[in-house]
């Protein structure tokens, strides 16, 4: 497993002006907040998971934590989702999943965030495997040194170590997919 990132849809770089155009238009101020960002990815007010979700990414791309997005936070965003590599990407989950910022992972983290994405996705595991025993599985494979925290590097290693793992870890349910699918949906 190297830095084989491919997108069954690429996005280029006209889409992605388009995209920063729109974010002008819809958010004259500079700033994006999040019941705009929900309207704009069209998230539906009545789930429950994707909302909790959109909630989680919104955050995570808040890097000065003032609970907007401005212009250089969303274009950081849209390189990030569409055309970052897995390093970048890995680094991106790892920060979804540390709900609390302080930089290692514990259980009810991890699981916080698969329960969500395996509401969003509909399915269960092929192993038929719950959310508890998927976290079980993910901190016997990642956590090496068994304290019971997962850090950064411990999750980088892991991710890329073991196919299954890193499927779990990079949190990719088809983003690039969502944002071409709603790209042209802005009002």
């Known amino acids: 497993m190297g830095q084989e990132e491919s997108h069954s849809e690429e996005m280029d770089l006209a889409q992605i002006q388009e995209l920063c155009i729109m974010f002008m238009k819809e958010c004259p101020s500079g700033a994006l907040h999040l019941h705009e960002f929900k309207r704009i990815f069209g998230v539906p007010s009545s789930s429950a ?3 909790l979700y959109i909630e989680t990414i919104f955050h995570s791309f808040d890097t000065n934590k003032d609970n907007t997005l401005d212009f250089l936070e969303y274009v950081a965003a849209l390189h990030l989702i569409l055309r970052g590599n897995l390093e970048d990407r890995l680094k991106w989950s790892f920060k979804m999943y540390d709900k609390d910022g302080n930089g290692k992972l514990d259980r009810h983290e991890v699981k916080r ?4 994405v395996h509401k969003i996705k509909h399915l269960r595991s092929d192993m038929e495997m719950t959310p508890s025993e998927i976290c079980d599985r993910i901190f016997e494979l990642v956590d ?3 304290d ?3 850090t950064l590097s411990e999750f ?5 170590k073991d ?3 890193m499927n779990l870890l990079k949190l ?4 690039t997919g969502w944002v071409i699918q709603n790209c042209g949906k802005f009002p």
Do not use: F, K
């Open 156 to 160: 980088m290693e892991g991710a890329q």
């Open 144 to 146: 090496q040194n068994n």
């Open 113 to 116: 965030i698969i329960r969500i």
């Open 163 to 165: 196919e299954w793992v």
């Open 148 to 150: 019971g925290q997962i």
């Open 172 to 175: 990719d349910i088809n983003a």
């Open 49 to 51: 998971e994707e909302n």
